[in-house]
């Protein structure tokens, strides 16, 4: 059955670096979400995209943040410069139909910032 | 705004039932229901959209009242697999739908033998 795959599981960093968090979605879906969850709360939206761009974001996706999906496969999130609040699982979902299909999730990126 | 869940926790012996509820105070286009257990990802069990549809999980069952934007979970015969954290996440309607879901605080629920 296809899944969401996200690489590291984990992420260690120091504070005001850079991080990359990679995601290869299920191949026929074409709508793509980055989510986080801070330990022990619900999950909330940062982002979607589709057709090659951002079509909604959260208020928690400012400038620090970024999406790309730079060659067809890979669904990338990067955090410009890490604050101590970006630690946090990340997760990466993917859907085939927007609000009205399922969003199937990627296993998570846990991101440590000290 | 997110939707709000009820209860927060529940407590079950296996083979008994339960109902998670899932309320919001705006219009609904669709409610996901997902289940997640500790340190793992959220896993989709069901997805009701406005008009009626319903795709998801057969041992599973929800339901949604669109007058009062508000969805039930039902689990019978529960069993420890049962066990977990249940979110529920919604979306409303607007011109352009792209699926963005807003998550309810989740209903832990816990099965003992």
């Known amino acids: 059955e296809p899944e969401v795959t996200q690489t590291p599981s984990h992420q260690v960093t120091q504070m005001g670096q850079e991080v990359i968090l990679r995601c290869v979605p299920i191949?026929?879906?074409?709508?793509f979400y980055w989510y986080r969850q801070i330990l022990g709360q619900k999950v909330e939206f940062l982002v979607s995209?589709?057709?090659?761009?951002?079509?909604?974001k959260s208020e928690i996706f400012d400038d620090q943040f970024s999406v790309e999906r730079p060659d067809g496969s890979n669904f990338t999130l990067k955090i410009r410069s890490t604050k101590l609040e970006d630690s946090a699982m990340y997760f990466c979902?993917?859907?085939?139909?927007?609000?009205?299909?399922?969003?199937?999730f990627g296993p998570g990126t846990r991101l440590t910032v000290l | 705004q997110q939707p709000v869940q009820s209860p927060q926790a529940v407590i079950l012996r296996e083979g008994e039932d339960a109902v998670i509820n899932c309320s919001s105070s705006?219009?609904?286009?669709?409610v996901h229901w997902y289940r997640q257990k500790h340190g793992e990802a959220p896993v989709f069990l069901m997805i009701?959209?406005?008009?009626?549809e319903q795709k998801g999980h057969e041992k599973i069952s929800a339901s949604f009242n669109e007058k009062k934007q508000q969805s039930s979970l039902y689990l019978t015969a529960s069993q420890l697999s049962y066990s977990g954290t249940y979110f529920c996440?919604?979306?409303?309607?607007?011109?352009?739908?792209?699926?963005?879901?807003?998550f309810g605080q989740g209903t832990i629920l816990t099965v003992h033998p």
């Open positions: 191949s026929n879906h074409l709508y």
């Open positions: 705006k219009a609904l286009y669709s």
């Open positions: 979902a993917s859907g085939s139909g927007g609000g009205y299909n399922e969003q199937f």
């Open positions: 009701l959209l406005k008009g009626g």
């Open positions: 996440g919604t979306s409303t309607p607007g011109g352009t739908s792209y699926g963005k879901l807003t």
């Open positions: 995209f589709y057709n090659n761009e951002i079509s909604e």
